[in-house]
Each structure stands twice: as C-alpha cells, then as structure tokens.
C-alpha cells in the first residue's frame, strides 16, 4: 500500500486514468487515486462500513467509495449531482464489474423524492456534508434510514480545518471572494444549518441529536478502527487541528 503524495495516480488505475483525466476539470481526482483500492478497503473495514443490506452512498464522488461499498453489501445506491463524477463512477463501476451498484445522477436535495423511508440501513457520506444545506439533508438521512441504521460521515471540515483553507488561500494570494465567504461561514459553521457548515470533535454532539442521531464514534480523519489500532488518513496534515473529522452516528429516533 502506497501513500506517496508524489504520485499522480496509483499504477492499479493505468487502464482507466486518461479517461478520469479527461473528465475532471481539476487535477483533485489525483489525491483520490494515488491511493489503491485496497486503501478504500481498509478504511471501510476500519470505519465498520462493510456487511450492510442497503447503502446509500450520498455524494459518491469519484466513486471509489460505491465500489468497495458493493463488495461489502447487497445494493448500494449512488447519488450524486456532479455529471462528470457520475460518469467517473461508471467506468470505476464497469472495470471492478460492481452490478449490485446504481449510479443515479441527483443533487442530494432531492433524496427524498427518489427514495421510501427506511430505505437504507447504511448511509455513507464522505467529504460533502459541510458544502450542502444541512437542516435538508440530515433530516433526509434520518427518514431514509430505518430504525437503528447507520450514518457514516467522512472527512468532513472542522472550524480549523476552514481557517486553514482560508489562511492557504490569502498566503497562495488567491483572488477569489466567494472562496473566502465560503471559508468564513465553515469557520463560523457549527451553528449553521443552511449553506457552507461545519463539525466539530467535541461539538457535534448537539447536531447529531437535532437530527435524531447518536455519535457511536467520532475522530481525525483515518483514526476510527473498529477492528485494530491503524490510523489511515486520506491527506496526513502538519498540524491536528487543519485535520476532517469522521463520525459514526446512529438513528435513535425519527425527526
């Protein structure tokens, strides 16, 4: 297993990287596939992502999560609003031949329209929960998901894991005002629930309950392991607090 920051893409993917390439309009699907799959793997095995009936992959992304999802569940539903990415997930889709994996093309707002309640027994959400309208979304997660399901959320943005971005923009002397409105609500984003949002390790709690969920476990980025004591993080940062979050909540009530 490689985490070498040098590499554009894991060797794994040279079947398929020039057509992810042709499709991203950034060089961001690098930091997803210079990790192998088996990367993928163990995280969900640390995370306890693995044995579910129905999963919802809520914004999937590249897709690399759907497909190690399907290896480890019956059906797995993959929703996302972003069509190149959607796309992205289709050849990942056909080349590790994950047939109990849709591919449907939504934005997360819309979830409600496009599934029953208690659908899911597993929601997965990794790296967008602090970019969409939290009050919409959460309380989807909750009806979605039957009694006592799962709700896995990944990478997500804590306070200083926005001042960071902030700070790295003013030094990168990057002239963009949305970019620093955006940093600013996630700064201030604990309380937030409509628009750019964040968590917290301490201060997630409260969110959790609002929506009628449970915090099982909550830690740094890669540092969850339900199995052992590996730590695993997606993009290792010099100083804690610039470090996503992960949480694993649980449904103990409907809202």
């Not at 968590?199 to 609002?210: C, H, Q, T, Y």
Request: a negative charge; charged letters at 25%.
């Amino acid at each position: 297993m490689t985490n070498d920051t040098t590499l554009e893409y894991h060797p794994e993917y040279s079947m398929m990287i020039n057509q992810i390439a042709e499709l991203s309009p950034d060089k961001y699907y690098q930091n997803v596939f210079r990790h192998p799959m088996d990367f993928w793997r163990e995280r969900l095995e640390m995370i306890g992502g693995q044995g579910f009936d129905r999963v919802l992959d809520a914004g999937h992304g590249f897709g690399q999560w759907s497909i190690v999802l399907a290896e480890h569940s019956k059906v797995v539903k993959a929703v996302d609003h972003n069509k190149p990415r959607c796309d992205i997930s289709q050849i990942l889709k056909n080349h590790y031949d994950a047939t109990n994996m849709d591919i449907m093309c939504n934005p997360l707002s819309e979830l409600e329209t496009l599934f029953e309640p208690g659908s899911f027994d597993l929601i997965f959400c990794w790296g967008v929960i602090m970019f969409v309208d939290r009050q919409v979304v959460m309380s989807a997660f909750n009806r979605l998901l039957a009694d006592r399901g799962i709700l896995i959320l990944g990478s997500v943005n804590t306070p200083g894991r926005w001042q960071y971005k902030f700070d790295q923009g003013i030094a990168a002397g990057r002239d963009n005002p949305k970019f620093y409105e955006k940093c600013k609500q996630g700064i201030d984003g604990l309380d937030r629930e409509i628009g750019v949002n964040s968590f917290s390790l301490d201060g997630s709690g409260p969110i959790a309950d609002r929506y009628g969920f449970e915090i099982e476990h909550v830690d740094y980025d890669g540092c969850i392991d339900l199995v052992s004591d590996r730590t695993r993080p997606y993009q290792l940062m010099e100083k804690q607090e610039h470090q996503n979050i992960e949480l694993v909540m649980r449904k103990v009530r409907a809202v």
